[in-house]
C-alpha cells in the first residue's frame, strides 16, 4: 500500500468506529520502525492534536523512569522497597492470612503486577465500597497516595508477593513505585514526569492539575461525561497527551531510550492478568489464541493500554507502533478491535 491507500484505509477505519453505541471519538496513528508507514486519522469529537486522557497508559511513563534509574545504576528491580521508604508506609502493608510479607515486597514486585496488594480502585474497601465504582457514578474525590496507603492496609491482599504462578492487575502499585521515584529522584513524581515530557518534546503532554487551561476531550462512561478533576489531581501521575505525542514516547521506550534496546526482552517475563492479557516487567501483552482467529492470525502487541480506550502498543512481528483513543471507560475492547483491523489491513 502506498501513502495515499494507507492513510484512506485508517480513515475508513477510525471513522468506522464512531458509528458504534458510546463511541463520540476516536484517534488513531500507525508508524513503523522505519517510518515508511506514518499516518494519522481522527473522527467524531476528537481531532488528530486532540489531547486526551492516557488513563493506565501512565504504568508505561512511571515504568520507565524506574528503569532509566536502574540503567543508572540509582536503584535495582530487586531492591526491596523498605531501602527507599520510611517505616511508616511499610509496617502492615503487606498482611496475607495472619502472616506479614510486608518487608518482602520488591520493585520488581510492584513493576510486575506480582506483590498481591489490594487494589484501592477495583478492590472492595473496609466499608464495603469500590472507589471506582463511585467515581464511574461522579462521586468525584481524591485518592492521594498518604489515603491510598493507609486504604490499602485495612483491605483484604491476595497473595504473597511474588508467588508463583500469581499476579494481579493493580492500580496500587504504581502509586508506591511513584512514592519510590520521589524517594530517589528527590522530587516528586509528577515533577520527574513533567520533566521528561520537556525532554522528550512532548509539549501537548502533561500531568493533570486541578485549574489547568489546557482542554482535553472529555472522559466518557456510556454517555456520560466523567468530571473527576479531584481525583485526577491528587494521583500526581494522571496524563494528559495526544495520539502523536504518545508515539514519540512508544518509539523512545522501545528503541532502548530509557532501557538498554539489547535488554528490552528481560522485560517479557509475562504472567497471566486478564485474558488476553499478560503482565511482563512494567509493560503489558497483548495476544489472541489462534483459536479465536484462526484465518488472519492477529500478531502480538507490547506496550500499555487505560481503561478509557487508549493504547500504545508495539507490533514486534510487524514493526509498527500504534496509539490513539477511542475514549469509552465503557468499551475499551473497541480500541483492540481497531488496531486488529488496522494491522490485518497492512499485512
Known amino acids: 500500500m502506498d501513502d495515499t491507500q494507507i492513510k484512506s484505509m ?7 468506529v464512531v458509528t458504534q453505541k458510546y463511541i463520540y471519538g476516536a484517534v488513531f496513528y500507525v508508524s513503523s520502525d522505519d517510518n515508511s508507514i506514518d499516518a494519522i486519522s481522527a473522527a467524531g469529537d476528537i481531532q488528530e492534536d486532540s489531547r486526551y486522557f492516557i488513563a493506565s497508559i501512565n504504568k508505561l511513563f512511571v515504568s520507565s523512569i524506574i528503569l532509566r534509574l536502574v540503567t543508572r545504576s540509582k536503584l535495582s528491580l530487586h531492591d526491596k522497597i523498605s531501602k527507599h521508604l520510611p517505616d511508616e508506609i511499610i509496617q502492615r502493608l503487606h498482611i496475607h492470612k495472619g502472616k506479614d510479607y510486608s518487608y518482602d515486597l520488591s520493585i520488581i514486585h510492584l513493576m510486575s503486577q506480582t506483590s498481591g496488594l489490594p487494589c484501592y480502585l477495583l478492590d472492595r474497601q473496609a466499608n464495603g465500597k469500590k472507589a471506582m465504582t463511585e467515581l464511574e457514578a461522579g462521586f468525584d474525590q481524591p485518592w492521594p497516595i498518604d489515603k491510598v496507603i493507609q ?3 485495612r483491605m483484604k491482599t491476595h497473595f504473597p508477593p511474588g508467588e508463583k504462578g500469581k499476579a494481579k492487575y493493580i492500580d496500587t502499585n504504581h502509586q508506591i513505585l511513584g512514592l519510590i521515584v520521589e524517594a530517589v529522584t528527590g522530587d516528586p513524581v509528577n515533577i520527574v514526569l513533567n520533566r521528561l515530557f520537556q525532554e522528550l518534546r ?13 482542554k482535553f476531550v472529555p472522559i466518557r462512561h456510556r454517555s456520560t461525561t466523567m468530571h473527576i478533576p479531584n481525583f ?3 494521583t500526581q501521575n494522571d496524563i494528559i497527551s495526544t495520539a502523536k505525542d504518545q508515539m514519540t514516547f512508544l518509539k523512545a521506550f522501545f528503541s532502548g531510550y530509557f532501557f538498554q534496546k539489547e535488554r528490552l526482552n528481560e522485560l517479557e517475563k509475562w504472567n497471566n492478568i486478564f485474558s488476553p492479557f499478560q503482565y511482563g516487567i512494567g509493560i503489558q501483552k497483548f495476544s489472541l489464541s489462534r483459536l479465536l482467529s484462526p484465518f488472519h492470525p492477529v500478531p502480538y502487541m507490547v506496550g500499555h493500554c487505560g481503561s478509557t480506550g487508549s493504547v500504545a502498543f508495539y507490533v514486534p512481528d510487524k514493526k509498527l507502533y500504534i496509539t490513539g483513543t477511542i475514549n469509552q471507560q465503557a468499551k475499551p475492547n473497541v480500541a483492540f478491535q481497531t488496531m486488529i483491523k488496522i494491522i490485518q489491513a497492512l499485512r
Not at 10 to 16: D, M
Not at 202 to 214: D, F, I, S
Open 232 to 234: 485526577l489531581n491528587s
Open 202 to 214: 512532548l509539549t501537548q503532554t502533561y500531568v493533570y492539575e486541578n485549574g489547568k487551561t489546557e
Open 151 to 153: 486504604e490499602i492496609k
Open 10 to 16: 485508517l480513515h475508513q477505519v477510525v471513522s468506522s
